[in-house]
């Protein structure tokens, strides 16, 4: 690999956190665009690497020891209890917020991300980890299922009435 993955550095939350907005907005996630009120909360970074049962991980160029590496891709880990978690229960990881830059897309990059989360929440000792996704996420879903991601139905949920998210499930 030609890139770190790594805990997010307080100089690079406005990076992550505007690489993590430009994708939604890039992908017609956010169904109101910059109006929308979740791009504040994709934009703030920081504010998700200081809460508590929380880690910002980042995708970086070249081996991330330097300052300066581009931000390639960006994820939030959480455990149950974080003020983050959607789906986490106890004995469960989460992740959110997953984005890789577009220039970054297929170098692996978030295939990384979600190995890093994967192992951040095996290192705790959970069961299980958890995500939610758009249905239009298609090749997010691709990659979840090559991860040993399992789309369970009875978890999905609507956190407004006319946006469903799917729930993917994966045993450790």
Avoid: I, K, N
């Avoid at 209890?81 to 004995?91: D, I, T």
């Avoid at 090559?146 to 956190?159: A, E, K, N, S, Y």
């Amino acid at each position: 690999m030609d890139f770190t993955v790594r805990p997010v550095r307080p100089e690079e939350y406005e990076q992550a956190g505007d690489l993590v907005a430009e994708a939604y907005l890039a992908d017609g996630l956010l169904t109101f665009g910059e109006d929308d009120e979740y791009v504040h909360e994709l934009r703030d970074a920081g504010g998700r690497a200081a809460a508590e049962r929380t880690e910002v991980l980042v995708a970086v160029d070249g081996d991330g020891r330097t300052d300066g590496g581009r931000v390639l891709g960006a994820v939030t880990f959480v455990t149950a209890g974080s003020p983050f978690a959607e789906l986490s229960g106890p004995g469960e990881g989460e992740f959110r917020m997953l984005a890789v830059a577009r220039e970054a897309r297929g170098r692996g990059v978030g295939e990384a991300l979600v190995r890093a989360c994967l192992d951040r929440a095996r290192g705790l000792g959970a069961q299980r980890m958890v995500l939610s996704s758009t249905p239009e996420m298609a090749t997010a879903h691709r990659l979840y299922g090559r991860l040993g991601f399992v789309r369970t139905p009875d978890r999905d949920w609507f956190p407004l009435p006319d946006l469903p998210l799917w729930a993917f499930v994966a045993d450790l």
